[in-house]
């Protein structure tokens, strides 16, 4: 009897193909973990194995996995394995996180990288959806956000202090892929519900830079204030977002 075929190698995201094979690598990992294939707790396969799935070589699969735990995305636990960190708090926050490829199968979870973290005073238009005076003091994030290579989101954020003050000593590395486990988590802020306004700006020279398109370029502007179970405010974003890569979809019953 001649001995079973192996299964053919995984897929990875098309991308760009000048993208480091370890990124490309994270971005598919993390498609698997954003669809629930590995819920939280659950052991991912041995890194032999997932190298082998994907025809890749050992090390760079344990790059790939060293960049989702570096984003809090699974926890390596040494002779063990690794496991999803996804806990039920950032598995049920997925629903207010609509980024979506459909090559991915549905929900991404993006790259995430900080670029300034700062208390700064609260500007009127965020203060004002926050519900709070203007120059009251606040968490400012500016945030990134990456898939395959090609960034998605140019974020501000602005989070309350002294609700957010627990994460004023974080690096900016370590603030992971997703924001809201980790208000959770770290500050106790637990985000009940979204509102979600979309419109369309003019980019600045700032996000024109950050979406790699033209000053003056139409953009998608996604204004989200988030609240609390108790109806507070507890955090006020502005996301740009390329218009060419905008999609909007709904259904009613």
Do not use: K, N
């Amino acid at each position: 009897m001649s001995p079973p075929t192996p299964p053919a190698p995984a897929a990875l995201p098309p991308g760009d193909p000048r993208l480091p094979l370890h990124a490309r690598l994270r971005d598919a990992l993390a498609a698997r973990l954003a669809a629930g294939e590995w819920p939280h707790g659950a052991a991912l396969p041995a890194e032999a194995q997932l190298a082998h799935g994907y025809g890749v070589a050992l090390q760079t699969m344990r790059r790939a996995l060293g960049q989702l735990a570096a984003e809090g995305l699974v926890e390596r636990r040494h002779g063990r394995g690794t496991f999803s960190r996804l806990a039920p708090a950032a598995s049920s926050m997925l629903r207010f996180f609509r980024l979506a490829d459909p090559a991915a199968g549905g929900a991404i979870l993006p790259e995430s990288r900080i670029l300034e973290a700062a208390a700064a005073p609260l500007p009127a238009a965020f203060a004002r959806r926050l519900g709070r005076a203007p120059g009251s003091p606040a968490l400012r994030l500016h945030r990134l956000r990456s898939w395959q290579g090609e960034v998605l989101l140019a974020e501000t954020i602005h989070l309350p202090l002294p609700e957010a003050a627990p994460l004023l000593d974080l690096a900016p590395d370590a603030y992971g892929a997703l924001l809201y486990p980790l208000l959770a988590e770290r500050c106790g802020l637990v985000v009940a519900r979204v509102e979600d306004e979309i419109s369309v700006a003019r980019a600045d020279a700032r996000t024109a830079l950050a979406l790699g398109v033209a000053a003056g370029e139409a953009v998608i502007a996604a204004e989200r204030t988030a609240f609390d179970a108790t109806g507070r405010a507890v955090e006020a974003r502005l996301a740009f977002g390329r218009a060419d890569r905008f999609r909007y979809r709904a259904s009613a019953a």
